[in-house]
């Protein structure tokens, strides 16, 4: 389980710092250019790792069995993608992060609630949490900026 939760916690870096240099590289490319280059690399990569992965095996039958709604995550990453570039010109990394964090949060509960029908006050109350959070920390800033 250890393992498991140090890996969560590396992914979560790992998207600060993938967001922060996708934000990088909008601003020289523009943001239709530097998401066009995320995506790419992205693409060749994963393409690389699926060629020296043990398990390469590309069923192509398959793709047409899966649900249309399967081919969602795709349009769902780009649209969060375009979404956190924009908002990087407007917010700091950390309101932005926590931000993220906070909707991630509620669409887990929300797919929970929808999905397996599993929803508890507790889960509520972090969220609320979250965002009183950034709330707090926006009036903190706010203040210090007008001292």
């Known amino acids: 389980m250890a393992f498991v939760l140090t890996l969560a916690f590396i992914q979560g870096c790992a998207a600060v710092i993938s967001k922060m240099i996708n934000y ?3 601003k020289y490319l523009g943001t239709n250019n530097g998401s066009l280059v995320n995506y790419v690399v992205a693409t060749v990569l994963s393409f690389i790792l699926l060629v020296v992965s043990s398990r390469f095996h590309v069923d192509l039958y398959s793709f047409g069995k899966a649900p249309w709604y399967l ?7 780009i649209v969060a ?3 956190s570039m924009v908002t990087l ?7 932005s992060t926590i ?5 991630q949060l509620t669409a887990g509960i929300v797919f929970d609630s929808l999905v397996f029908h599993n929803i508890s006050a507790r889960k509520l109350l972090g969220i609320l949490l979250v965002a009183a959070g950034v709330v707090w920390d926006g009036r903190l800033t706010q203040k210090h900026k007008q001292q």
């Open 71 to 77: 081919y969602l995550g795709g349009t769902f990453g």
């Open 99 to 103: 931000l993220l964090l906070a909707g």
């Open 81 to 83: 993608f375009l979404i």
């Open 89 to 95: 010109n407007r917010l700091n990394v950390m309101a």
């Open 24 to 26: 990088r590289c909008t």
